[in-house]
T-cell receptor, first 111, second 114 residues
């Protein structure tokens, strides 16, 4: 079945630096790749998503890239700020099937 | 627009008991999905309901079950509780299939099994 691997499990970056989180998926039929952010004690919320017909998508300081050939996608956060500290989850889905989440990356923004 | 509501927020059970959790989706959303969140395993998909039918199911034992009512509200049930069932159970609602857009999560029901 579909499997999504996410790395790293923990990431610490200095405030103002960039953070990159990477995910790989196993099912080449997957066509939708969302990223969710979960702050401590709160519910996960969608921050950005990308579909298989697009290679890159940006939204202010956040960007996601997709390499369908290699079956991996990445989240890029630039100019990190304290409020970026959270757990980030990637996911893969192919429509009328289950959605599979990665195990999460805990991002720490250091002052 | 009201968000996804889950009840109860916290509960404590003992091994062997059963538990029922409830989820009210955003108005107009027809899909409700359930997830188990634990520190080491992240978000694991349990099952998804659409128009009162289970449309997808994750890799959990039969002790985990659910249903959806005609008003789209959903319940999940765990029977014969085990210590390993201690987790945060999240439900999410969406308009349709997973790849059509955002999942809106509830705040979760935190289950502790003693």
């Amino acid at each position: 079945g579909e499997n999504v691997e996410q790395h790293p499990s923990t990431l610490s970056v200095q405030e103002g630096d960039s953070a990159v989180i990477k995910c790989t998926y196993s099912d080449s039929a997957s066509n939708y790749f969302p990223w969710y952010k979960q702050e401590l004690g709160k519910r996960p919320q969608l921050i950005i998503d990308i579909r298989s017909n697009v290679g890159e998508k940006k939204d202010q300081r956040i960007a996601v890239t997709l390499n369908k050939t290699a079956k991996h996608f990445s989240l890029h956060i630039t100019e990190t700020q304290p409020e970026d500290s959270a757990v980030y989850f990637c996911a893969a889905s192919k429509g009328d099937d289950k959605i599979i989440f990665g195990k999460g990356t805990r991002l720490h923004i250091l002052p | 627009k009201a968000g996804v509501t889950q009840t109860p927020r916290y509960l404590i059970k003992t091994r062997g008991q059963q538990v029922t959790l409830s989820c009210s989706p955003i108005s107009g959303h027809r899909s409700v999905s359930w997830y188990q969140q634990t520190p080491g395993q992240g978000l694991q998909f349990l099952f998804e309901y659409f128009s009162e039918t289970q449309r997808n199911k994750g890799n959990f034992p039969g002790r985990f079950s659910g249903r959806q009512f005609s008003n789209s509200r959903s319940e999940m049930n765990v029977s014969t509780l085990e210590l390993g069932d201690s987790a945060l159970y999240l439900c999410a609602s969406s308009y349709d299939f997973f790849n059509t857009g955002e999942l809106f999560f509830g705040e979760g029901s935190r289950l502790t099994v003693l």
